[in-house]
């Protein structure tokens, strides 16, 4: 019997959120490859064309089978939107199996309604941990690894965590990061000329991200992060392309009253990471993006307390800061120069996609 007819009912991947994008890409390319029946539920979480339309065109994901539209809102609305929604796919659909990405949550609500109908979910980018309960994110990933058939690990320390947890070992399996398969994929692309002149940007800048709740939800917090912002353009010109959670306060905050600062619309996937690849340091509060610049050896500062990535300290260009070290944390980034990127972290290697398919297609076949 060959793999393709194990595979009765289809693998369906949930996709909700600008980086669930970048990590499916690689694993529904492998998934394919390996003869896997495949459907795409988008669940609407993101919804702009440059938070999600152009993803799907530049990384050839397939055009999503339906999309629930579930939009924005509060938690408590949007969870409910996406557990209605997706128990009605589910049902109609009877997955084989349903694969999860991240931790937003589109993924906590697919990992909750597949695990109530009995059909096993596989968790890409399993067993991070921040241990701060204040960040949605980590109740997102908390609760999905309990739920998860196969745990799909990006960093060694991420098995540690989930054994920690009780999840029982056969479970997780160490398998590299799909956002770097991305990433490798698509380097010959990654024109930072092109970026520079499209969007009027100078030879040398800083790149700057800032969506969390944490940073942008509350006027004074945003006052005082635009602040600091302002003390890194006065160091180098800062572009930072706004991402729409935050928007209304950063610019009431007055971040656009700098001549240094270049605010953008956000940028689609080749773009931003060209604009990446070719800054002199990045300053962020995204997770993804710490990883990238580690393998980009571009220097980040992350404005946050705690990370769940701690590998893109330890093997990469990665440095957390309060706001008051970011000035001179970007400072001495900026007189330091670009970082060695020779130490990267197990398994970032281009391959992960392949070896999540493998896991997967084992698992269904037994
Ligand atoms: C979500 C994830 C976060 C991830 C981020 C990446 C959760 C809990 N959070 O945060 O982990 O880092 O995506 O981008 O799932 N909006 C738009 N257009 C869109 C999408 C959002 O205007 O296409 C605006 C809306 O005002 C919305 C707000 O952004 O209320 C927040 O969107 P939401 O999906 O709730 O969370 P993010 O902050 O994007």
Same mark, same amino acid.
């Given at each position: 019997?060959? !793999? ?14 600008r ?32 938070? *999600? +339309? ?12 339906? #999309? ?7 938690h ?30 589109? $993924? ?5 309604v597949?695990?109530k ?12 941990r ?11 990933? !908390?609760?999905?690894?309990q ?7 990006t ?14 070992? /056969?479970? %997780? ?11 490798l ?10 970026? !520079?002149?499209? /969007? ?27 602040r ?14 706004? /991402? ?16 240094a600062?270049?605010?953008? +619309? ?12 070719? %800054? ?5 509060? *995204? ?7 580690t ?10 307390? #705690?990370? +769940?990535?701690?590998?893109?300290? $330890? ?17 001495? %980034?900026?007189e330091?120069?670009p970082? *060695? ?26």
């Amino acid at each position: 019997m060959n !793999r393709r007819e194990i595979v009765l009912a289809p693998i369906v991947h949930v996709l909700g959120a600008r980086p669930n994008f970048v990590k499916a890409a690689p694993v529904i390319g492998a998934l394919r490859a390996a003869g896997a029946e495949q459907a795409v539920i988008h669940t609407g979480q993101h919804y702009d064309e440059r938070m *999600s +339309e152009v993803f799907f065109t530049e990384l050839g994901l397939p055009e999503p089978d339906v #999309n629930l539209g579930v939009g924005s809102g509060g938690h408590a609305e949007q969870t409910a939107a996406l557990l209605v929604g997706l128990e009605k796919e589910f049902t109609s659909r009877s997955p084989a199996l349903v694969i999860v990405y991240g931790d937003v949550n589109s $993924t906590i609500a697919a990992a909750l309604v597949a695990a109530k109908l009995r059909i096993p979910v596989a968790h890409v980018e399993a067993g991070l941990r921040s241990f701060d309960m204040s960040m949605p994110e980590e109740v997102n990933r !908390r609760i999905t690894d309990q739920l998860s058939a196969l745990c799909l690990v990006t960093s060694p320390e991420g098995i540690g965590h989930l054994a920690d947890e009780g999840v029982p070992v /056969h479970r %997780a399996h160490l398998v590299g990061n799909p956002m770097i398969d991305t990433l490798l994929a698509n380097l010959g692309s990654f024109d930072t000329g092109r970026v !520079r002149e499209a /969007h009027g940007l100078p030879e040398r800048y800083v790149l700057a991200t800032m969506h969390r709740p944490a940073n942008v939800d509350e006027p004074e917090t945003a006052a005082a992060l635009v602040r600091h912002l302002h003390g890194v353009a006065d160091l180098a010109d800062l572009v930072i392309p706004v /991402h729409p959670r935050g928007r209304a306060n950063l610019l009431a905050a007055g971040l656009a009253d700098h001549d240094a600062v270049h605010i953008l +619309e956000p940028l689609g996937y080749i773009d931003f990471i060209a604009a990446v690849r070719g %800054a002199a340091a990045v300053v962020t509060d *995204s997770g993804g993006l710490q990883e990238e610049t580690t393998i980009l050896g571009v220097p980040c500062l992350t404005v946050r307390p #705690n990370t +769940e990535r701690p590998i893109t300290i $330890t093997h990469g260009t990665n440095r957390l800061v309060s706001f008051e070290e970011l000035v001179p944390g970007v400072r001495k %980034a900026l007189e330091s120069g670009p970082v *060695s990127a020779d130490r990267k972290p197990p398994l970032w290697d281009g391959h992960a996609g392949p070896r999540i398919a493998e896991v997967i297609m084992r698992c269904l076949g037994e």
